[in-house]
């Protein structure tokens, strides 16, 4: 999509207007609002990794739910009131031992950059949807929650399939937040069974 053309439908987002009314980091916090108002995810004093969490309007949301927050990115994250920021790769030895023990929620809304081609796209998420599970499979107390971006293409059947043996209940929601001519969908996992 073109620069002009990325800048009107940014300027025209309800979501984006609201963000910037509301003092969170991006719109993608709405996506995350109506996930958690559908399933209640994050309840307070819940400890919760975000991982990718890079600008951190996920982490700002947790955190002023009452969550106690771990944030992780390659790139710098602005300071959030009340969340621990680690900058680095979460499955990095040096970060992995200043994690601090297992959580009770892992989110992840990481994306890699968009190629343009559907189906590259599609894989490049699903390896960092598998790179996440792996980090909540290793870290997440029993009776915890994954929720995961994923985007359509194929391989989001078998992935939930393969969550269900870890996990009690598996259940695809896509918020209104999310564009309607996006692929992007999301997954939660609940009952972690360890």
């Given at each position: 999509?073109?620069?002009?053309?990325?800048?009107?439908?940014?300027?025209?987002d309800?979501?984006?207007?609201?963000?910037?009314?509301?003092?969170?980091?991006?719109?993608?916090?709405?996506?995350?609002?109506?996930?958690?108002?559908?399933?209640?995810?994050?309840?307070?004093?819940?400890?919760?990794?975000?991982?990718?969490?890079?600008?951190?309007?996920?982490?700002?949301?947790?955190?002023?739910?009452?969550?106690?927050?771990?944030a992780?990115?390659?790139?710098e994250i602005e300071?959030?009131?009340?969340?621990?920021?680690?900058?680095?790769?979460?499955?990095?030895?040096?970060?992995?031992?200043?994690i601090?023990?297992?959580?009770?929620?892992?989110?992840?809304?990481?994306?890699?950059?968009?190629?343009?081609?559907?189906?590259?796209?599609?894989?490049?998420?699903?390896?960092?949807?598998?790179?996440?599970?792996?980090?909540?499979?290793?870290?997440?107390?029993?009776?915890?929650?994954?929720?995961?971006?994923?985007?359509?293409?194929?391989?989001?059947?078998?992935?939930?399939?393969?969550?269900?043996?870890?996990?009690?209940?598996?259940?695809?929601?896509?918020?209104?937040?999310?564009?309607?001519?996006?692929?992007?969908?999301?997954?939660?996992?609940?009952?972690?069974?360890?």
């Amino acid at each position: 999509m073109g620069s002009r053309l990325w800048l009107e439908r940014q300027l025209n987002d309800p979501f984006v207007r609201q963000a910037k009314l509301d003092g969170y980091r991006s719109r993608a916090v709405y996506k995350l609002i109506e996930i958690n108002e559908k399933t209640d995810l994050l309840k307070k004093g819940a400890k919760v990794m975000d991982l990718g969490a890079a600008p951190g309007g996920w982490s700002q949301y947790a955190a002023k739910l009452g969550c106690l927050v771990t944030a992780i990115d390659l790139q710098e994250i602005e300071p959030i009131t009340g969340v621990r920021i680690i900058k680095g790769d979460f499955f990095d030895d040096t970060i992995l031992s200043e994690i601090n023990g297992k959580y009770d929620v892992v989110l992840s809304d990481m994306a890699a950059a968009a190629s343009g081609h559907p189906n590259t796209d599609h894989l490049r998420i699903m390896e960092l949807v598998e790179t996440a599970l792996d980090f909540a499979l290793k870290n997440t107390k029993k009776g915890g929650s994954f929720l995961t971006k994923i985007l359509q293409g194929g391989e989001e059947q078998g992935f939930a399939k393969e969550l269900r043996k870890y996990y009690a209940k598996v259940k695809f929601i896509k918020p209104e937040a999310s564009r309607k001519d996006s692929s992007e969908t999301f997954i939660v996992a609940t009952g972690f069974k360890e």
